[in-house]
């Protein structure tokens, strides 16, 4: 069963830094793309990064670049979200979602899997 699970989510200060983990089991996570979301309370899912975890091509959305990193341990079967320099207007709940066709897309309708999602705060 293709399941996803994220964490490290949690409360942060803004200017600080949090890292989401993606964790994948039943199928491999090396020639998918993973994609990270954000959605804010009352707001629509918006993209936030993606990686084809074949090789390792990402993109980010605009409002996050230079900020956040996105990573994959194809031996751990994991995707990684380091988000630094954290804006309040960032809180929401992350989700991690797969995409079985290979190509990094923004569009949330495009992605086959989800996880439950990982709550971020960023709050003085």
């Known amino acids: 069963q293709l399941q996803l699970v994220e964490s490290g989510g949690g409360l942060v200060q803004p200017g600080g830094s949090l890292r989401l983990s993606c964790a994948a089991s039943?199928?491999?996570?090396?020639?998918?793309?993973i994609g990270w979301f954000r959605q804010a309370l009352g707001k629509e899912r918006e993209g936030v990064s993606c990686?084809?975890?074949?090789?390792?091509?990402?993109d980010f959305a605009d409002s996050v670049k230079g900020r956040f990193a996105i990573s994959r341990d194809n031996a751990k079967n994991t995707v990684y979200l380091q988000m630094n320099n954290l804006k309040p207007e960032e809180t929401g709940v992350y989700y991690c979602?797969?995409?079985?066709?290979?190509?990094?897309?923004?569009?949330?309708?495009?992605?086959?899997?989800w996880g439950q999602g990982t709550q971020v705060t960023v709050s003085a």
């Open positions: 979602a797969v995409k079985l066709v290979r190509l990094c897309v923004s569009a949330a309708r495009d992605y086959d899997y």
């Open positions: 039943g199928f491999t996570l090396d020639r998918y793309a």
């Open positions: 990686i084809d975890t074949s090789d390792g091509i990402t």
